[in-house]
Nanobody
Framework: QVQLVESGGGLVQAGGSLTLSCAAS????????LGWFRQAPGKKREFVGA????????AYADSVKGRFTITRDNAKNTVYVQMNNLKVGDTAVYYC??????????????????WGHGTQVTVSS
């Protein structure tokens, strides 16, 4: 079965950096883009970024563009998001997700059918 397991969350000061990982299993990893989403307290879950299966195409939310970078290691079935210059507003539970359709890079949550349980990122001022 498909599994996505996030790790790497924690507490960091504003301006600091953190790298989240998402270990995947149960599907042909190279064939799928992977997305990162986040949900802050009292807010709807929102798109952060996504990376194609081969790593050549990406998309980012404007709020994180230039600060967050998504990479993947297909040999390890793992996708990462490097988060730099973190802001208090980045505080959220971060989720990785897999789209329903192979070779699809999308920002739309409705097109993702498998989700991890999330990892908490807290940025303090």
């Amino acid at each position: 079965q498909v599994q996505l397991v996030e790790s790497g969350g924690g507490l960091v000061q504003a301006g600091g950096s953190l790298t989240l990982s998402c270990a995947a299993s149960g599907f042909t990893f190279n064939n799928y883009a992977l997305g990162w989403f986040r949900q802050a307290p009292g807010k709807k879950r929102e798109f952060v970024g996504a990376l194609s299966g081969g790593g050549s195409s990406s998309a980012y939310a404007d709020s994180v563009k230039g600060r967050f970078t998504i990479t993947r290691d297909n040999a390890k079935n793992t996708v990462y998001v490097q988060m730099n210059n973190l802001k208090v507003g980045d505080t959220a539970v971060y989720y990785c997700a897999r789209p329903r359709v192979e070779y699809t890079l999308t920002r739309s949550q409705s097109e993702y059918d498998y989700w991890g349980h999330g990892t908490q990122v807290t940025v303090s001022s």
